[in-house]
């Protein structure tokens, strides 16, 4: 890459190819390829210029693939672009120096796992969209998600991707003339060496792309869990629709989304009583389905009861509590019994930045009168969301937390089967975040051997197998019910007893990689002290 523009544009080009693989488009073999040129852009840069390629291609990615922000304020999504394309860009200069070493594809590929890692962390909680992992719902890489979750998936589709640079760089060299000489702050690499017509470096090509189709075939031989009895219940799945759009989802009539969600489920018990749907053992109603307060609104919780008493089995209740000090509330999943009425509850643990409750709200109401939009801070719960529903052990995922590795299978190891991931996405329908949520619905199902049931607002509800597959999916923006017979399976893969092992092991990999380069690159400066080329 010797011309200026070259390295630029293979950072865009590389950008774009990753959004691409992402959904709604979800062409997912393109995300090797994304990476590949992400690497080609930093490899032998100065790690300066590395790192302006990397917030570049960074730019490139998540411009587009955070678009669904955009009904927040164009502000905030450009400030949420730049903040997370620093770490593409820190990764990057990474990338300019551990691509000096020996088997440096391997450590590409740790980077890129360190990258998310810190992304899913800093700032305010972090913010882990966007992940390779999650471009993977369903293809070859995908079952690498049952022996170390998410990141091990991400490292699978860099490693690809890497390998790809790899064999393009060593085809370009075995074609082109040999060099004259070397770099002093450049490692020796065999990839750089091949004399022309070198069929050596012909031969290590052709290895390079046989590892390059090795890594995701590869993905089929991870061992399945093991079968299981076959018990199964049935769920009922409500999406009830919100009357507005946008930031004004809700509109300007009370209780107007509880309305409808009730309204749904008496159609749903209609339909069993006339023995068009099969009688469900549970509801599962969307977060938020209440927007307001069943334990301080007498009509709110007449409504549920009458909504419960009707389909006659528990309902799971999204709603919003607030605090008996009147200045906190939760973002609540609820047992609601028919008979009882409201019970166990779970109280979501990885809330919303600037959504659910506002970092540095004094501050901020300075400069973004918007910030009073999100009304009263929200408080986490502390607990995972393994709540007794019927005849089952329900896994609570409330929305945002699907995202999270440590959430989700917490959850699964408290014991919750099947998970039921209650989501409102109101603000962002007919945007790309339902689909995406969807596809990161579809790897945990995987990584954790858990049949996943969504119940969404506007959509997209949907109930995922556990092998990741949608065996039902309903529209967007229009009231839905559906009636699914879910597997329960209780046995846990190695994703999800290994924990965080997995990614540990990467991230020390990484890190140690970024070490053993940096003292490379500074050794020759302390011999030679002439002033040599930044590499």
Known sequence: ???????????????????????????????????????????????????????????????PGLAWVRPIGYDAWLILVAVECLFLAAASGATALVTRLRWW??????????????????????????????????????????????????????????????????????????????????APDSATTAAPGDPGGLRTAALLLAGVLAVPLLGYAVPRPAAEGGRVIRVGVVQGDVPGEGMGFLGDKPAVVLGNHARVTHEMAADVRAGRMPRPDIVIWPENSTDIDPYRSAQ????????????????????????????????????????????????KQQLVPFGEYVPYKALLEQFFSRVNLVGLQ??????????????VTIGAVSCYEVAFDG???????AGGTPLAVQTNNATYARSNLPPQQ??????????????????????????????????????????????????????????????????????????????????????????????????
């Open 1 to 63: 890459m010797s011309r200026a523009w070259t390295r630029p544009a293979a950072a865009v080009a590389g950008g774009l190819l990753l959004y691409v693989s992402f959904p709604p488009i979800g062409s997912w073999f393109l995300a090797p390829a994304g990476v590949a040129l992400l690497t080609l852009a930093a490899r032998g840069a100065a790690v300066r210029r590395a790192v302006w390629l990397g917030y570049l291609g960074g730019a490139a990615f998540l411009l």
């Open 300 to 347: 709110a919780r007449q409504t549920i009861d009458a909504a419960a008493s009707d389909i006659g089995v528990p309902i799971l209740v999204g709603a919003i509590a607030v605090d008996p000090d009147g200045e906190h509330r939760r973002t609540r999943a609820i047992v609601w019994d028919p008979r009882t009425g409201p019970g166990a509850y779970y109280d």
């Open 105 to 186: 594809p391997l450590w590409v590929a740790a980077l890129w796992v360190a990258q998310e890692w810190a992304r899913g962390r800093f700032p305010v909680g972090g913010f882990p969209w966007m992940r390779l992992a999650f471009a993977q719902g369903e293809s070859p890489f995908t079952p690498y998600a049952a022996l170390g979750g998410a990141p091990l998936v991400t490292f699978a589709v860099a490693l690809c991707g890497a390998l790809l640079a790899f064999a393009a760089l060593r085809l370009t060299r075995s074609g082109a003339a040999a060099p004259t000489g070397r770099s002093r702050t450049a």
């Open 378 to 391: 929200s408080l986490p719960g502390d607990r995972p969301g393994a709540l007794r529903m019927g005849p």
């Open 407 to 413: 959430v989700v299978r917490g959850t699964v190891q």
């Open 438 to 535: 969807l596809a990161m619905s579809q790897l945990r199902a995987v990584e954790h051997d858990r049949a996943v049931v969504i119940a969404a607002t506007t959509g997209i509800s949907a109930f995922v197998d556990h092998t990741g597959k949608i065996r039902w999916r309903g529209a967007e923006k229009v009231t839905a019910k559906a009636v699914l017979d879910v597997q329960v399976r209780t046995g846990q893969t190695l994703a999800t007893r290994l924990g965080p092992l997995p990614e540990w092991f990467l991230l020390l990999a990484a890190a140690g990689a970024v070490g053993v380069a940096a003292a490379r690159r500074r050794a020759p400066r302390r011999k030679d002290t002439s002033g040599g080329e930044d590499a």
